[in-house]
Each structure stands twice: as structure tokens, then as C-alpha cells.
């Protein structure tokens, strides 16, 4: 074959086979970077909110709209607000980290004793009962009924571990939000690498898509799937 007729082939292949393949691709991927992805949850840190291998639905035009591939904000219709589960890039290492909001800008944050308090003021926790956690933590928990301002949710206390049950109180920075773990005794959060700066925000998780036990031969738990969170 002569390269005439090599050229020629190669063209037609690109134009016909490969082209549209990679423009495809390129079409999805800039909607799982702008508009909606899923993400992976690793660790115990969310418990038991999300569990170790589930799958969460992450919706990234819940606040703003983003240059694909990027952090660069195009427009923002909204801030996240206080009980938000997001997905955001770590100030400590840039990795993908999921966690809850606890603090607003201007907010003061304040552990004592693993109660929260927000201005000043303590959040209200019930006992829910005992409960099992996974994770580098892993063992029996206390779960308790913690009712933010707006916003109610589960968390997890892990009695005997090393953790940083009392912290600040500490000032959120304008244009920033205190991330923490549902798993307080086991969760790498903003105790411990600060705020996180609001373009670091990718997005809000909405819902588990479909959950895998990892510790059960990877069967899926059926009972998860498409749960609101």
C-alpha cells in the first residue's frame, strides 16, 4: 500500500468511524463534568446516611453552571444550604470528598463534647439507638437524631476512638462552608483541613442510585437503590 493510499484510508476512517466516536464522548463527558455524575462512596465517613459502596446521583447544576472540565462558575442561581450533602474537591489534597454542610459563611462552629453548636446556640440531638459503622473506625456506634436549623439527619458516634469531639468555636470565612462527616468520630472533614472555598463545590448529592455490599461478595442491597438523601 502506498502512502497515497494510506492517507486516504485513514482520513476516511477518522471521518466515518472515529469522529463521531470521539464526539460522543466528549458530548458525555462534558455532561457528567457540568450537569449530572455519579459518585462513588469509599469510606465510612457518611454513615449512616451513605453507606460503604454505595453509588450516589450527584447533581452539579444544583447551585450553578460550570465550564465543562473545570471549576470555572459560568453563573450561579444558589448557594448550598445548611444539611446539604455535597461533593466537593478537599482543600487538603484535591480529592473528591462527600460531606455534609454544617456551617454558612459568617457562621460560628463549635464541637463540645460531639454536640454541635451553631452561633452560639446547641443543636438539638435524640438518641436513635446502637448501630454498626465500617471504615478505618469500624465497630459499635451510639446513633442520634441531630435537627439542624431546617434540616434533620442521622449521625454516628463512635465511644473509645480518637477523634476531635470538641473543636472552635471557629468563624466560616466569607465565600466558604464548614464541611463535617455524619460519621463524627471518623470523618476527615473541615475540623481538620478548614472551610472549603465555594468554587470547590462540584455539586449536591440527591440520592443513592444503587448500593453494593462489599463486605457480602459485592451483592447488591436491593433496599437502597434510588433512596432520596
Known amino acids: 500500500m502506498n502512502a497515497q493510499k494510506f492517507w486516504t ?3 476516511t476512517w477518522w471521518r466515518r468511524e472515529a469522529r463521531p466516536f470521539l464526539l460522543l464522548a466528549l458530548v458525555l463527558f462534558s455532561i457528567r463534568s457540568s450537569f449530572a455524575d455519579w459518585n462513588d462512596v469509599p469510606t465510612g465517613s457518611m454513615q449512616p446516611s451513605i453507606l460503604v459502596g454505595d453509588r450516589i446521583f450527584v447533581n452539579k447544576l444544583a447551585y450553578d453552571l460550570k465550564v465543562p472540565f473545570t471549576t470555572w462558575h459560568i453563573t450561579e442561581w444558589g448557594q448550598p444550604s445548611r ?3 455535597v461533593v466537593f474537591y478537599s ?3 484535591g480529592q473528591r470528598l462527600v460531606k455534609r454542610v454544617i456551617g454558612l459563611p459568617g457562621d460560628a462552629v463549635a464541637l463540645r463534647d460531639n454536640r454541635l453548636y451553631l452561633n452560639g446556640l446547641e443543636v438539638k440531638q435524640e438518641t436513635i439507638g446502637a448501630g454498626t459503622t465500617a471504615g478505618d473506625q469500624a465497630g459499635s456506634a451510639r446513633l442520634y437524631l441531630e435537627f439542624l436549623p431546617g434540616q434533620t439527619h442521622s449521625i ?13 468555636p471557629y468563624r466560616v470565612p466569607e465565600d466558604h462552608f464548614f464541611m463535617m462527616g455524619d460519621n463524627r468520630d ?3 472533614d473541615s475540623r481538620y483541613f478548614g472551610p472549603v472555598k465555594r468554587n470547590q463545590i462540584l455539586g ?3 440520592a443513592v442510585v444503587f448500593s453494593l455490599d462489599r463486605k457480602n461478595y459485592w451483592l447488591p442491597r436491593s433496599d437502597r437503590f434510588f433512596q432520596a438523601l
Open 9 to 11: 484510508k485513514a482520513i
Open 83 to 85: 444539611g446539604d450533602i
Open 91 to 93: 482543600p487538603h489534597d
Open 156 to 168: 454516628a458516634l463512635i465511644p473509645g476512638t480518637m477523634a476531635t469531639r470538641t473543636f472552635g
Open 186 to 188: 471518623d470523618s476527615f
Open 204 to 206: 449536591r448529592a440527591n
